[in-house]
Structure formats: structure tokens, C-alpha cells
């Protein structure tokens, strides 16, 4: 094959992978706006929550057990840099020994499973709902006073570049907290119980929040970035196919003219 033919099949090439690269960042583009408006509509709320059960104190929910149970949330898809790896890894580097572990996000499970690390899966959408969190709460719920804890490992989203990995307590620290400034009718027995369920499953959906806009932030990011290469690719691939096709042309006439000359001798 010539170096023509060659430069061609490599033109065609990058330029659909920069077609599909451009088509993944406007999907990635629209659901971060959407996760993004839904994330800084619902994070007050979600820290409202976590603050107003430290005045639950003991509760029939808090862990008594041994061990500890992670709740690890991913994206359910790759390539977003090291988004989800980097987030398996603190899980491999920090976790205690005989832990249990419940992955939301299907590329966590592949990695955890690439680890020889066993998880169950819990299945949600890219954009989740307060729906998907009332499931993850109905699935630990009757598991949770088994274990001594249970921490969420998730990636805090910041802005479109910084998304620390985040590993906290789904209970707060102070259970004991003075809530005299708080009125619960018709009194606190009553409502305590229902009103941490509620809080909790809140806390659940403001971290799916956080770890799915992070995800989608980490994804545009890399197909921009992907999409800016292939064109910057595909602009030097032509200015090579150009050389090549004037280097031929120049070849051509001079062959030419080198007949002609000989034909006048």
C-alpha cells in the first residue's frame, strides 16, 4: 500500500473518532446540565437531612454489629479518565478486611469483579431518581444494625474538574445532639423513626447526586479532550496526505518533461 493510501485510511479513521467523540461529549453535556441543576437544587437539603439526625441518638437503624458495609457508587460507564478506577482503588487500598461491599454503578462491579473483590450490584440510570434511592435504602435497611458502620464511598462533585473521592458515615458522628429547638409532634417517639428513614434515604440520593454529575463531568471532559486530539490529529494526517500528493505531482511532470526532453534528442 503507498504512503498515500495509507495517510487516507488513517484520515478516515480519526475523523470518526472524532465524529464519535463529538457525539458522546453532547450527550455527556446534556445530562451533566441536567444532574448539575438537580445536584445544587437538592444539596442543601441533603445536608439539612444528615444534620438533623444527629438528634435522633439511638435508634432502631443505627449499626450495632461488627464489620463494615460499603456503599460504593460509580458511573455505568467508562471513559472518564480514571474516575472509576480511582475510586476502586481507594475502596482496595482503605477498606477493612471481611467487609461488605454493594456497588451502585455497573462499571465499579467490573472492576471490583477484575479485582477478584466480591460486590453486590445495585442497578441505577445515569440521571437517578429519588425513586433509586428509596430502593437502596429498602435493600440495606434490615441489614444495617449487622454491621458497626456503614460508609458511602463516592466522588464529591466540586466543578466539571474536581471531584474528590469522598468516604463518610451514613450516620452522623454525634447521635446525641441537643434538639431542644426542635418541635416534633405529636412527639418525638412517635415520628423519630419514619423521619430518619426519610433523612436517610435523602442522604442516599444527594450522594447518587454528587457521584453521577461527577461521572458525567469526568466524561466530557474526556471526550472533549479526545474530540480536541482527533481534529488536531486529522489536520496533521491531511497536511501529510497534501506533501504526499504534491511530492507525486511534482514527480509526475518532471518524469514528463523528462520524456519530452529526450523525445528532442
Do not use: W
Amino acid at each position: 500500500m503507498s504512503d498515500s493510501r495509507k495517510l487516507k485510511k488513517h484520515l478516515l479513521g480519526i475523523r470518526a473518532t472524532e465524529k464519535l467523540a463529538s457525539a458522546m461529549k453532547t450527550v455527556a453535556t446534556a445530562k451533566f446540565s441536567t444532574l448539575s441543576a438537580l445536584n445544587s437544587a437538592y444539596a442543601e437539603y441533603s445536608d439539612a437531612c444528615a444534620d438533623m439526625m444527629k438528634g435522633f441518638g439511638a435508634s432502631k437503624l443505627r449499626p450495632k454489629g461488627k464489620g463494615t458495609l460499603y456503599l460504593l457508587f460509580t458511573g455505568n460507564k467508562g471513559l472518564c479518565g480514571g474516575y472509576n478506577s480511582e475510586t476502586v482503588a481507594y475502596i482496595e487500598e482503605n477498606a477493612e478486611k471481611d467487609s461488605t461491599f454493594i456497588v451502585c454503578g455497573k462499571k465499579g462491579e467490573e472492576l471490583l469483579a477484575a479485582k477478584g473483590i466480591a460486590a453486590e450490584h445495585f442497578e441505577a440510570e445515569d440521571v437517578p431518581t429519588p425513586a433509586d434511592a428509596e430502593r437502596l435504602f429498602e435493600k440495606i435497611k434490615d441489614r444495617i444494625s449487622q454491621y458497626g458502620d456503614v460508609v458511602l464511598v463516592y466522588r464529591r462533585f466540586v466543578n466539571a474538574l474536581t471531584y474528590p473521592i469522598t468516604a463518610e458515615s451514613l450516620f452522623p458522628e454525634n447521635m446525641c445532639r441537643e434538639d431542644s429547638d426542635i418541635l416534633y409532634l405529636p412527639d418525638k417517639s412517635a415520628i423519630a423513626e419514619p423521619l430518619e428513614k426519610l433523612c436517610l434515604t435523602s442522604r442516599l440520593y444527594g450522594v447518587m447526586l454528587q457521584s453521577a454529575t461527577g461521572a458525567q463531568a469526568a466524561t466530557l471532559m474526556t471526550m472533549r479532550s479526545a474530540a480536541d486530539n482527533a481534529k488536531e490529529e486529522a489536520a496533521k494526517t491531511e497536511l501529510k496526505l497534501n506533501r504526499e500528493r504534491q511530492n507525486a505531482l511534482t514527480a509526475s511532470v518532471i518524469e514528463s518533461a523528462s520524456g519530452m526532453i529526450h523525445e528532442e534528442f
